[in-house]
């Protein structure tokens, strides 16, 4: 018995979920059951390369990308030590900053940049992978570790048996418990002919040796889909249409008038055009001189009318909201924008910004790195760190500070942050850490600069202005 069949009928005999029956109007919505990683296996692949497409030819694509990057990055998620120890902390933190400079593997960023550019692969590809290089002492680096970032092309959809008993699912090598054991990456990039040699070769890399930061989708989902999916096509159409539109104007803008000549004139046309006596080339402005029985008639090129703009305007909101971008940062318009429209799109668009800054950049990336570069420093001996092994967590301990968002109207905004905080809602450790700094810094900061300028006689800020002696009053 077709079991499938019967339940279809059964459910449009009962009635029920409309969106689970074959009704006229959803007889053509044939939805996959298939999971995921079976989808991302077969397109995938084919999807990362039409976005990157269309960051390379798509002034909105490339500003996406880099709006996304620059609101979830921008100059850097940078670490907060927790030490107790004031002296030590201190010590950690001029390390960090030392080797920040030294962090990338090719030597074309620091690492905030670093993490600027996972945050542009993960909006892509929807997943990047850091490689973690461990160092000799000899080679002069603050920490002996690098990253060596890897697109998602790095890593192929490789699926097989392996000898040892594990299995290789999409590149990722499992146990037979379900851990990851290691990452099967390509020797290079399949796309790049510059380098040659090693064309298909793929060298087993321990998976404590490789990030792999995604933002799944769906439980159970192995690899990254690109954040383009939903808006690949309406993008991609837009453009050809815009395309279009301009190659339209621009043919028509060309064609000036055309001349008509009685038809026993023709040869006689062409005799002239052949001698160089016929219509000169159009340019803007000019004007013609006819021959007797000539005509003129001025060419009047159909408009698209006022829809064009309108149009494109509710296309760009289905690709900000597929993009998960307001409207007016993905398309640079700002016509449109007043305080509150602007305010509630912020609002609302920060929020998902954290929730990816935490629960991704975080949670993926940045503990990780920070787990790994305390146990080289300390096993290179450039960190003492008393009895590491045992108090490994203490000194583990961080807090990650994301940078502070530009005020929308900031008189109002630090009005408000102050009323919070004198009203005990909020306390000033929490203010400066969303303003994106530390608070014990700042204020031992604070504290050197009140210092330096009583020394030297210095006085900021308001100054009240001398009181005015009383006159006193006569009756």
Not at 43 to 51: K, L, V
Not at 344 to 355: D, K, N, P, S, Y
């Amino acid at each position: 018995m077709d079991w499938t069949g019967f339940r279809r009928r059964l459910g449009m005999l009962i009635g029920g979920f409309e969106g689970g029956l074959s009704a006229r109007r959803l007889k053509g919505f044939v939805a996959s059951r298939a999971h995921v990683n079976t989808l991302i296996q077969a397109a995938g692949a084919d999807m990362t390369a039409r976005a990157r497409y269309l960051i390379r030819n798509n002034g909105y694509a490339a500003n996406a990308v880099e709006c996304f990057a620059g609101n979830a990055v921008g100059s850097g998620l940078k670490p907060s030590s927790q030490i107790a120890d004031a002296a030590l902390k201190a010590q950690v933190h001029q390390l960090w900053r030392r080797w920040v400079d030294e962090a990338d593997s090719e030597w074309l960023t620091d690492l905030y940049g670093l993490q600027r550019r996972a945050a542009r692969e993960l909006f892509i590809a929807g997943e990047v992978f850091i490689r973690i290089r461990s160092r000799y002492p000899e080679d002069g680096l603050a920490v002996p570790l690098q990253l060596q970032l890897l697109p998602a092309e790095m890593l192929p959809m490789d699926n097989r048996q392996l000898p040892n008993g594990n299995i290789l699912r999409q590149g990722i090598e499992f146990d037979r418990i379900g851990r990851r054991v290691a990452y099967h990456f390509l020797r290079r990039h399949p796309g790049d002919v510059t380098e040659p040699g090693l064309a298909g070769e793929t060298t087993r890399v321990p998976a404590e040796d490789v990030i792999h930061v995604v933002d799944p989708v769906d439980a159970g989902q192995l690899r990254g889909v690109s954040r383009f999916a939903p808006a690949l096509v309406k993008l991609f159409l837009l453009d050809q249409y815009d395309d279009a539109e301009l190659d339209r104007k621009k043919v028509a803008a060309m064609f000036a008038g055309f001349v008509r000549r009685p038809a026993a004139d023709f040869d006689s046309r062409l005799e002239r055009d052949e001698q160089g006596d016929g219509l000169m080339p159009l340019e803007p402005g000019q004007l013609q001189i006819l021959g007797e029985g000539e005509d003129i008639t001025f060419s009047q090129p159909a408009d698209v009318g006022g829809n064009y703009e309108a149009f494109q305007y509710r296309t760009l909101l289905q690709v900000a909201a597929a993009l998960g971008l307001p409207y007016a940062a993905l398309s640079g318009d700002m016509v449109k924008a007043n305080y509150s429209n602007t305010r509630a799109a912020l609002i609302e668009f920060r929020r998902r910004i954290e929730a990816f800054q935490y629960s991704v950049l975080v949670y993926q990336l940045c503990r990780p790195v920070w787990r790994r570069w305390i146990a080289a420093a300390a096993l290179s001996g450039a960190l003492e760190l008393p009895n590491f092994r045992a108090r490994r967590r203490e000194y583990e301990a961080v807090e990650w500070l994301t940078p502070r968002w530009e005020w929308v109207d900031p008189l109002k905004d630090i009005q408000a942050e102050i009323a919070a905080i004198e009203a005990g809602l909020k306390s000033r450790t929490q203010s400066i850490a969303e303003r994106g700094y530390d608070a014990e810094a700042l204020d031992a900061e604070i504290a050197q600069e009140r210092r330096r300028a009583e020394e030297l006689g210095l006085v900021f800020g308001r100054v009240s202005p001398p009181a005015q002696p009383q006159e006193d009053s006569h009756d």
